[in-house]
């Protein structure tokens, strides 16, 4: 399995209308990867990738709904510090230069500050340097350090802020390198038995379980050693919100999917078999599936369902249907009231997670490729054919494939989708989603 790098997280925090969502578009670019079919994805973009030079790392916009009264400001400020302290190896606080040093900013950088993760201040609406330079400074009374002058509008100032921001990454990355345990996030809606199945997992091994917090954040780790591997599952459950606001607790959910997903190479998603598979349920599941991980969908509950003979393949066609992106994913029905099918939960993992770190020649999968290219002809336009001349895997972790052909339009979403299936028939990959990159090469004389 070898060394594995987490991608670090960094969350926003800020006022209303202090450019939060301004500095998170030009810094995620339009690179926005969203597979056509993922529903309700990207769409209120609470979380981006972004790469920085040679950096890569997940950014969070902790920010809901906004507030109208100066109270509620703060409070939902708070909130959001919380979950940014919570789930964040690096937090940016933005505050607008304009407006100049509020209460509310005082307060919440107060919390910041005591809570002892490393905060980049940046002030945003600095849209000329020499002319603002004198109120940015102002803002070194809040006590966390340097004031980093930017304008999201325009784009200035984030080489500055950024390297702040990444120099907090190193140390952190390089101490989950040498972990080859698999380590698989419990996601899914509240309530559907995720830390059930947890501790159920835990009982069957009667192993004494030290529940390491994570060093940076509070999921809980927990390790089980099953048939002498150890694994470590990353619980999502961990922290119950009160909030009065759906859109605030959908909000957190995300996030806390969000940054266990990053850190794990497994991600099980629980659907509750009393309730059916639901939009929100895709929603995570697109999560798992936009980070390139593999995926087992266990369905809880399966107990209390009641039984035709028909049930299981009507309730996975259900499946198949509202999660449609992932089809590759394993599916598992399981009880943690009874443990049915719980130890399954583990051949299934490995299998999952072999394959999700497998390599194929190249010579095999150009020879799949000639095949697949025989059976269906390439797509055309305008009297021009699709050519594709050499494949070869670049990665695994998700398993890349990099395709060489004439003219990169030519390569739609359903000959690529074709081409996955091939390989897929010859090789398995169960519960792994593929990544594909389509390069251009002039056409050989």
């Known amino acids: 399995m070898g060394k594995k790098k987490t991608k670090p997280v960094v969350a926003v925090v800020g006022r209303p209308n202090v450019g939060k969502s301004t500095l998170f578009n030009a810094l995620a670019g339009e690179k926005i990867s969203i597979v056509k079919d993922t529903p309700g994805i990207t769409r209120d973009r609470i979380y981006a990738d972004v790469s920085w030079l040679d950096m890569n790392f997940a950014l969070i916009d902790t920010g ?9 400001i703060l409070s939902q400020m708070r909130e959001q510090a919380q979950i940014a302290i919570d789930t964040a190896d690096v937090i940016i606080f933005m505050v607008d230069v304009r407006q100049g040093l509020v209460d509310a900013d005082a307060k919440v950088a107060d919390m910041l500050r005591r809570s002892g993760k490393p905060v980049v201040l940046a002030v945003n609406k600095v849209d000329d ?14 006590g966390i350090g340097e004031p980093f002058p930017v304008s999201s509008v325009n784009k200035l100032g984030f080489g500055e802020l950024l390297e702040e921001v990444t120099s907090h990454f190193n140390q952190e990355t390089a101490e989950e390198e ?9 996601v899914g809606k509240p309530n559907v038995g995720k830390s059930s199945i947890i501790n159920r997992l835990i009982g069957e091994n009667r192993l004494i379980v030290s529940d390491i917090a994570g060093t940076t954040r509070d999921a809980v780790d927990t390790k089980i050693t099953h048939n002498g591997k150890e694994y470590v599952f990353i619980d999502t459950a961990g922290l119950r919100r009160k909030s009065k606001v759906k859109e605030d607790l959908e909000r957190y959910m995300i996030i806390r999917t969000v940054t266990a997903v990053e850190r794990a ?50 309730y996975t066609q259900k499946i198949r249907q509202v999660l449609s992106f992932m089809s590759y994913a394993e599916i598992l029905f399981i009880s943690a009231v009874t443990g049915q099918r719980l130890t399954k939960l ?77 390989i897929r028939v010859t090789f398995g ?17």
């Open 178 to 186: 040498e972990d080859d345990r698999i380590k698989v996030a419990v």
């Open 265 to 314: 190479d497994i991600v099980v998603l629980v659907i509750d078999a009393t309730e059916g598979v639901t939009e929100q349920d895709a929603k995570i599941a697109g999560i798992a599936h936009d980070r390139g991980k593999a995926t087992i969908i266990a369905v809880n509950k399966w107990d209390a369902v009641e039984k035709g003979n028909k049930t299981v393949n009507e």
């Open 429 to 445: 990959f169960r519960g792994t989603p593929f990544k594909f990159i389509i390069r251009e090469r002039k056409e050989d004389k």
């Open 64 to 72: 809901g709904i906004e507030p109208d009264s100066k109270d509620i």
């Open 129 to 142: 340097f020499k002319k603002y330079m004198a109120d940015v400074y102002e803002f070194y009374n809040l």
């Open 346 to 422: 583990y051949d299934m993992i490995d299998v999952v997670n072999e394959y999700h770190a497998m390599r194929v020649s190249t010579g095999v999968l150009n020879e799949i490729m000639a095949e697949a290219v025989a059976m269906q002809q390439p797509p055309s336009d305008k009297g021009r054919r699709l050519r594709l001349y050499y494949i070869t895997q670049a990665a695994v972790r998700p398993p890349t494939f990099v395709v060489f052909v004439n003219d990169k339009d030519l390569m739609h979403f359903s000959y690529t989708r074709y081409l996955e299936n091939q």
